[in-house]
């Protein structure tokens, strides 16, 4: 598809801006890669000449969405993703910037392989990718990697992707460090030698399938670890990825003592429980695991009242190799980049959540904790910009998505709502016909 940069005026649309607290009937003018102005009355008297003037007729227009956790596979391995087909993923869910993991081959701890990164999905991708870089030396989590030096080539956070640093005077050192850059460190919180040989969900059901169980608490106590090192040092920390009540009491407790802490869910556990893995469905098998309903219902809360950040998609493409196995042995992941929206405007639909929250939650917030431009529609933000028709019905069909490999937990699932629209920089990069 062509990528045009006329200037474009979406007119008679929803905007949706939570960083202007903003849901109202309004035009938004794009003009040079960025907008030019967003409100109410805009006239096609008044945009330069040769605007595309799209009629979006109702329809909803927001800042494009910040995917907080993504693993894409270049550089090593890129027969899993790349930047080019994640970005297209991206596109096609809405998603106008991707945020990169450092689990690759070679692990992401060294300017030079930030470069690569900055790079290649300038020189491939349709959206904004930026890297984390890695928060230990190859995530080995003995020793600090040097985050200045890595801020500086372009890291907008640090973490070890999917490993929990264990070391609690490493974590203290690299908390206190930070500080000193105004660093985030964003961390997975889960102890392995409490997960042991776990699979899914401690509980019932676990016991039902004859699955080795993962407790909440292998979660809640790396958390609470954290918390007390954050009170220690005075760093900024996000929690990469909370699944259940037990670490949200954790939350509320730092939160309530002024602690500079934020936190993020998967769309995976906010739209899904332990019960849909069903007769053993690999796809669903992440980490941390689906967890009960109760918890589901208290991310939404969670979220609903601001005591959790944001939302992401935690995609993880898994290649057949290592996804059609018995579940004990398959690997965890699950792909999320053109599902997360359409997956959580199914909390919309059902009145557990308002569409400006869940906007803040995917767009505003993430931009805001990661110091980036975007995650808003006010004028001379940059023109990253999405177009939603929130009631056309559609069933996923696995085989078109653009994701290279096919692991969703939505497989053949029934949506309603989708982007019909990406706009990154000025430039429309995705247009659902």
Request: glycine share 8%.
């Amino acid at each position: 598809m062509p990528i045009d940069r006329r200037p474009l005026l979406l007119a008679n649309a929803r905007l949706i801006d939570p960083s202007r607290d903003l849901d109202d009937i309004g035009d938004v003018l794009i003009v040079d890669g960025m907008i030019r102005d967003a409100r109410r009355g805009i006239s096609a008297a008044g945009v330069p000449a040769g605007t595309e003037i799209v009629n979006c007729a109702g329809k909803v227009v927001a800042p494009g969405l910040v995917d907080m956790r993504a693993f894409v596979g270049e550089p090593g391995a890129g027969h899993r993703e790349t930047f080019a087909s994640a970005s297209h993923a991206a596109a096609a869910g809405g998603i106008t910037t991707i945020i990169c993991q450092p689990d690759t081959k070679p692990v992401i701890d060294n300017s030079a392989t930030v470069d690569f990164v900055l790079r290649r999905a300038r020189d491939t991708a349709i959206v904004n990718i930026h890297p984390m870089a890695a928060l230990t030396r190859d995530m080995k989590g003995d020793e600090m990697t040097e985050f200045g030096l890595l801020k500086a080539a372009g890291a907008v956070a640090f973490t070890d992707g999917s490993r929990s640093v264990m070391n609690s005077l490493v974590m203290r050192r690299a908390l206190t460090y930070a500080r000193d850059f105004d660093a985030l460190i964003v961390h997975h919180t889960e102890d392995p030698t409490l997960i042991g040989e776990g699979v899914m969900n401690e509980g019932e059901f676990a016991s039902r399938l004859g699955l080795m169980g993962i407790p909440t608490a292998a979660e809640a106590m790396v958390l609470e670890r954290d918390i007390r090192l954050v009170a220690l040092t005075g760093g900024r920390y996000h929690a990469a990825s909370v699944s259940c009540i037990d670490s949200l009491e954790v939350l509320r407790r730092a939160r309530d003592c002024g602690h500079n802490i934020s936190a993020s869910v998967s769309i995976n556990h906010i739209t899904l429980n332990e019960n849909d893995i069903g007769p053993y469905r690999t796809f669903l098998k992440l980490s941390p695991p689906l967890r009960t309903e109760n918890d589901r219902q208290a991310l939404v809360a969670g979220l609903a009242s601001g005591l959790v950040d944001v939302i992401m998609s935690d995609h993880n493409p898994q290649d057949v190799e290592v996804k059609r196995l018995p579940f004990a042995e398959a690997e965890p992941g699950a792909i999320g980049l053109e599902t997360m929206l359409p997956a959580a405007l199914r909390l919309v639909h059902s009145g557990e959540i308002e569409l400006k929250t869940l906007i803040r939650a995917m767009s505003t917030r993430p931009a805001e904790l990661l110091g980036l431009p975007g995650g808003s529609l006010r004028p001379g933000a940059p023109a990253d910009v999405i177009v939603i028709d929130l009631d056309v019905p559609w069933v996923l069909d696995p085989a078109d998505l653009k994701s290279q490999c096919k692991n969703t937990p939505f497989d053949e699932a029934r949506f309603t709502g989708r982007v019909v629209r990406t706009v990154v920089g000025g430039r429309t990069v995705y247009e659902y016909l």
